[in-house]
């Protein structure tokens, strides 16, 4: 197993489902992206750029994507709390996935990458 293997595997019910489904998803979007680690939590990359994030919230212990680039991004669900350049969007572990929502946001933010107002290598 790997390191990421073991982030997801060792959170505990509901999050664990919840962030291996969210995981997929993200996965699933792009054959560019790819995962690895950083600063402790899984993270996505689109052709070695940054991308997104999965986390928990430290007060809720509720799943969140963290959108590298969410000052581009606009939706009514994201939030910026005192982040100057990232949004999040929270997602209840104990409730069904908003699966549309969540590749809406994505698609958008990777469309940043795709059409270059993000350059990538």
Not at 7 to 34: F, G, V
Request: proline share 4%.
């Amino acid at each position: 197993m790997t390191d990421l293997d073991h982030y997801y595997l060792n959170k505990e019910e509901p999050n664990k489902s919840c962030l291996l489904a969210l995981r997929e998803l993200i996965l699933s979007q792009d054959e560019n992206i790819s995962e690895t680690r950083k600063y402790g939590m899984p993270c996505f990359c689109y052709k070695k750029k940054m991308f997104c994030y999965l986390w928990t919230d430290k007060k809720t212990d509720e799943p969140y994507i963290l959108m590298v680039e969410g000052t581009h991004l606009s939706h009514a669900k994201l939030e910026t709390g005192d982040r100057s350049r990232m949004k999040i969007f929270r997602v209840n572990p104990t409730k069904d996935i908003p699966v549309k929502t969540i590749k809406s946001i994505l698609k958008q933010a990777l469309d940043l990458y795709r059409m270059g107002v993000i350059k990538v290598k």
